[in-house]
T-cell receptor
Framework: GAGVSQTPSNKVTEKGKYVELRCDPISGHTALYWYRQSLGQGPEFLIY????????DSGLPNDRFFAVRPEGSVSTLKIQRTERGDSAVYLC?????????????FGNGTRLTVT | GNSVTQMEGPVTLSEEAFLTINCTYTATGYPSLFWYVQYPGEGLQLLLK?????DKGSNKGFEATYRKETTSFHLEKGSVQVSDSAVYFC????????????FGGGTRLMVKP
């Protein structure tokens, strides 16, 4: 079946611009996660949704970052006034129910480059 | 806080060599432990997991044992193949209610024929 889909796969934007990154989770997965992976590092947690609500947004670095999941399926990560330090691969993952040992299924990520 | 530390790469081995990638963790409570793999050009995939002390996770010839006494989850494989070349990430879940993962920095494995 279809996996987690992220679009676009690559995004180049100028410093100060606004960007939106989209994630389509696996059908039926109620839990959705956003991670950020900088070059040569492991993924870092940003935000977790259970259904439509953000259950934990403690990983968002500042108020320029925001994410929504209005219908409990597709999610959009929004970054305002982008900075060069925001350049990274943004990963989305989903899991069934978000329970302790349910595996996370990751998308291929969106590579964001801020020039 | 919770963290995961794994050996830095790259690790370069010849085909059929024995592989060990070290991973240690710090955590409050008793997390589940995972190894994820990222093949070139692909997304992260779950390789194996263990949910409690002394559990052994295994998949595709890879194994890792959850050692509470040493807070470790080292990844091993007896005979690596060129196709195992990838980046390997050790991870723990930090919140059982949400299964949010804390990852190590990743270890690149390169296997030469």
């Amino acid at each position: 079946g279809a996996g987690v889909s992220q679009t676009p796969s690559n995004k180049v934007t100028e410093k100060g611009k606004y960007v939106e990154l989209r994630c389509d989770p696996i059908s039926g997965h109620t839990a959705l996660y956003w991670y950020r992976q900088s070059l040569g590092q492991g993924p870092e947690f940003l935000i977790y949704f259970q259904g439509t609500g953000a259950a934990d947004d403690s990983g968002l670095p500042n108020d320029r970052f925001f994410a929504v999941r209005p219908e409990g399926s597709v999610s959009t990560l929004k970054i305002q006034r982008t900075e060069r330090g925001d350049s990274a691969v943004y990963l989305c993952a989903s899991s069934f129910k978000g329970q302790g040992s349910s595996p996370l299924h990751f998308g291929n990520g969106t590579r964001l480059t801020v020039t | 806080g919770n963290s995961v530390t794994q050996m830095e790469g790259p690790v370069t081995l010849s085909e059929e060599a024995f592989l060990t990638i070290n991973c240690t963790y710090t955590a409050t409570g008793y997390p589940s432990l995972f190894w994820y793999v990222q093949y070139p050009g692909e997304g992260l995939q779950l390789l194996l997991k263990a949910t409690k002390a002394d559990d052994k996770g295994s998949n595709k010839g890879f194994e890792a044992t959850y050692r509470k006494e040493t807070t470790s989850f080292h990844l091993e494989k007896g005979s690596v193949q060129v196709s195992d070349s990838a980046v390997y990430f050790c991870a723990q879940n930090t919140n059982n209610a949400g299964n949010m993962l804390t990852f190590g920095g990743g270890t690149r494995l390169m296997v030469k024929p």
